[in-house]
């Protein structure tokens, strides 16, 4: 765990994390570890690695209230607890804690031939979460967009493996446009993306922000 002002911050792997102050907010969970109950979890899109059943159902109880992009209804309509669908600008207030969607999106990541994997018209998310008067950023899968260079926040999660999202070099373009104090480097260590990729990522800011490579719970 890595502490910043008093929130504990857990990467449980890929783009998986735990924020825990007064309010419990699990991110993204995908074969996860921890016996974590969310206050409210964020699910980004509605892709296996992001959107996952088993992990839904070990992070949740009753009383959390699931956090989605409008594509993920279908998905989640088996379950039970209070949902809230969202689109990019979106903006709630849950328990205490402000919850902002931005668009996530792919701009040079092809699946094939005019067709990014994450397109910008699907409207799938990442996250500022204002838990306890820090604001958290959680992209998602999504490139260097022109709206996350914009972003002002206090802790930046950024995808750095390319493939599917930014790569370390277009990572280290959107953490020095975007006004973070510290930013956190994920989507390694899973389906794609190596430590590596993290020691490239925090090479290339070479001090311009503060880079924090966290340990996999």
Known sequence: MWT?????????GHDSFVLQ???TIVLDPFKAK?????????ISHEHSDHLSDDDIRKFTSPSTIVVAPRICEGPLM??????RFVEPGSKLELKGVY??????????????????????????????????????????????????KALDVDVALLPVSGTYVMTAEEA????????????IPMHIESIVGTRADAERF???????????????E
Do not use: C
């Open 4 to 12: 910043y002002k008093g929130i504990g911050v857990h990467w449980l």
């Open 202 to 216: 925090k090479q290339l800011l070479g001090g311009a922000r503060t880079v924090q490579i966290l340990e996999k």
């Open 78 to 83: 088996p379950y039970s607890m209070e949902k």
């Open 34 to 42: 921890g016996d974590y109950k969310a206050d409210i979890l964020l």
């Open 99 to 148: 919850v902002e969607a931005v668009p996530a999106y792919n701009l040079n990541k092809f699946r094939e031939p005019g067709r990014v994997f994450h397109p910008k018209a699907d409207g799938r998310v990442g996250y500022i979460v204002t838990l306890d008067g820090v604001r958290f950023y959680h992209a998602g899968d999504s490139d260097a967009t022109p709206e996350m």
């Open 172 to 183: 280290a373009e959107a953490a020095k446009a975007m006004k973070a104090k510290v930013v």
């Open 21 to 23: 102050g007064s309010r």
